[in-house]
């Protein structure tokens, strides 16, 4: 996996926890790298994963929560770093149409050696169906993207998970919000 995710990781802790907490929840990840990482490395995914079950054993919150929550950091981060993309779209939905076809595209270009997960994306009326499938086991993660996404372009749905079952493959729905009763 990219360095990029690792060191906007770091980021994320040292903003939520501070940068001594992110450095003990490093050292309880016990990693052979001791958790030093670059943008532009390649890392075992699971490393991640072994910092974030590290940070949900420090502050007792759960590890799909801080992965979702990251997602959502990470969003942001991705739309500092790289505006050029993201300003080629107005709308969430316009956006998460063209994760494959040209988000990712750009991604592998930047980065030959990425391998990104697939996200298909397929409108249905007022819905959007978002698909993801990778050979990393980050579905909380792309659950807190597409969060952030609704919530960069001022998006009123609502995310749904559809399927739960794999955290390699998840379904997700973009829809209305239901309204409280009055």
């Given at each position: 996996?990219?360095?990029?995710?690792?060191?906007?990781?770091?980021?994320?802790?040292?903003?939520?926890?501070?940068?001594v907490t992110a450095d003990r929840i490093v050292g309880a990840a016990a990693l052979p790298n001791d958790g030093?990482?670059?943008?532009?490395?390649?890392?075992?995914?699971?490393?991640?994963?072994?910092?974030?079950?590290?940070?949900?054993?420090?502050?007792?919150?759960?590890?799909?929560?801080?992965?979702?929550?990251?997602?959502?950091?990470?969003?942001?981060?991705?739309?500092?770093?790289?505006?050029?993309?993201?300003?080629?779209?107005?709308?969430?939905?316009?956006?998460?149409?063209?994760?494959?076809?040209?988000?990712?595209?750009?991604?592998?270009?930047?980065?030959?050696?990425?391998?990104?997960?697939?996200?298909?994306?397929?409108?249905?009326?007022?819905?959007?169906?978002?698909?993801?499938?990778?050979?990393?086991?980050?579905?909380?993660?792309?659950?807190?993207?597409?969060?952030?996404?609704?919530?960069?372009?001022?998006?009123?749905?609502?995310?749904?998970?559809?399927?739960?079952?794999?955290l390699h493959r998840a379904r997700f729905v973009l829809a209305p919000a239901l309204k409280a009763a009055a």
């Amino acid at each position: 996996m990219k360095g990029i995710v690792f060191t906007e990781l770091m980021g994320f802790l040292e903003s939520q926890l501070g940068v001594v907490t992110a450095d003990r929840i490093v050292g309880a990840a016990a990693l052979p790298n001791d958790g030093a990482f670059t943008s532009v490395g390649n890392y075992p995914a699971g490393y991640a994963l072994k910092i974030v079950e590290a940070a949900a054993a420090e502050t007792g919150l759960p590890f799909e929560r801080l992965l979702q929550d990251y997602g959502s950091y990470l969003y942001t981060s991705l739309v500092v770093l790289f505006p050029a993309i993201i300003s080629h779209y107005r709308t969430a939905e316009d956006m998460l149409c063209h994760v494959a076809s040209h988000i990712h595209e750009e991604v592998v270009i930047l980065y030959p050696d990425a391998r990104p997960p697939s996200i298909t994306a397929t409108a249905d009326g007022d819905r959007l169906h978002v698909l993801y499938e990778s050979h990393r086991p980050l579905a909380h993660l792309c659950f807190g993207l597409l969060r952030q996404c609704l919530v960069h372009f001022s998006d009123p749905r609502a995310i749904t998970w559809q399927d739960g079952g794999s955290l390699h493959r998840a379904r997700f729905v973009l829809a209305p919000a239901l309204k409280a009763a009055a």
